[in-house]
């Protein structure tokens, strides 16, 4: 069974999120060193974010998330840094599109309720945010269960190459 469920804290940012705010532009070099730029993910949005993100934990945003140039490696450094999915209330086209093929569930959601720090668990199959910290309950649509698949299998190009193509069961 594919994992649908996941725990972590959340991290909250505002509407407006750049691709820039996520990779910054100064360091462009790093793109051949996802390791070393993952260290930097997010830090013009929240210069500390990098030091306290654990793994599980989750972004959580406004509108307009990842907007900007088409940089892949935004939501690949994302996914790097232990980020289990990024939430928000609208995704920029690429930047989603970017995500699913990398593997990083971006799920849209009302996110007015939830606050830095939040203990938050996500049921992708279910549509369910429950917020442990306030004991609230948010939905979503449920991701279908290809798109699970190909999250569970670690992006599309992962995906295809485990099933020599596409193939759900």
Not at 34 to 59: I, R, T, W
């Amino acid at each position: 069974m594919a994992e649908t469920v996941y725990n972590g804290k959340a991290f909250k940012f505002g509407d407006d999120i750049s691709t820039d705010h996520i990779a910054p532009g100064r360091l462009f070099h790093l793109r051949t060193n996802l390791p070393e730029l993952a260290k930097h993910v997010l830090e013009d949005a929240d210069p500390e974010f990098a030091q306290k993100v654990q793994k599980g934990d989750f972004v959580v945003a406004g509108n307009n998330f990842g907007l900007g140039s088409s940089r892949e490696h935004a939501p690949t450094i994302i996914k790097m840094a232990g980020v289990s999915a990024v939430l928000a209330k609208s995704f920029a086209r690429i930047f989603y599109r970017n995500a699913i093929n990398v593997g990083l569930p971006v799920l849209i959601c009302d996110t007015d309720q939830i606050d830095e720090g939040d203990q938050l668990e996500v049921d992708l199959a279910g549509g369910i945010i429950k917020d442990v910290t306030k004991g609230i309950e948010l939905t979503f649509s449920p991701l279908p269960d290809a798109m699970i698949t190909i999250l569970n299998d670690g992006g599309l190009v992962a995906h295809i190459e485990k099933n020599k193509g596409f193939k759900f069961d």
